[in-house]
């Protein structure tokens, strides 16, 4: 009789824990989800953002540069008369005087230093996603051959624990993302 009670002791303990190890893990995946879905939430704010912030600095400073090289053009023609001259000049000088302002209030504001940026957010987002997406998975293998292999298969079937889909990427995703794309919207 004793014997059999610590029989069913010792079960009824190794059941809890398999119990609590099977909640861990499930637990685990479901944290695993959530930073993807952080990643991917970071992404889909910042990324369209600084696209914008791009696009939009790219054409002030291309149609203020193409403006100069043209109101200089006009300037240096040889049949021009002088009050046309002063009246370029008036307007290069304003628009290069705006140039500066905002080159001096925003040294670092170039479309250069944009594209890098954009560039360099946008891969770190991807690094992130693609480490959360990898974190997720293996935290999703390690849940699943806990409740398909035994003994844990014994107590996931009794007390009705299921396999979790591991991350598949969808066709849409494995397209390559076009910068050119995103830059024409």
Known sequence: MIIALIILGFIFL???????????????????????????????????NLVEVVK??????QGTLTKIV???????????SN?????????????VRGLMVNIE?????????NFINLQTTWTESEEQIAAAR???????TDYNNSIMMFPGSLFAGML??????????????????SAKELFNN
């Open 56 to 61: 939009q600095y790219t054409t002030y400073e």
């Open 14 to 48: 190794i059941g809890i824990f398999f119990y609590n190890s099977l909640i861990g893990k499930k637990n685990q995946v479901t944290n695993a989800f959530s930073a993807i879905d952080v990643m991917l939430k970071k992404r889909f704010d910042l990324i369209p």
């Open 105 to 113: 209030n925003y040294p670092d504001l170039k479309a250069n230093t």
């Open 70 to 80: 043209e109101l200089r053009s006009k300037a240096g023609l040889p049949n021009i």
């Open 134 to 140: 990898r974190t997720y998975n293996a935290s999703v």
């Open 160 to 177: 009705n624990f299921q396999p979790i889909a591991v991350l598949e990427t969808a066709a849409e995703e494995r397209k390559n993302i």
């Open 83 to 95: 009050a046309e001259k002063a009246d370029l000049d008036a307007q290069l000088s304003s628009n």
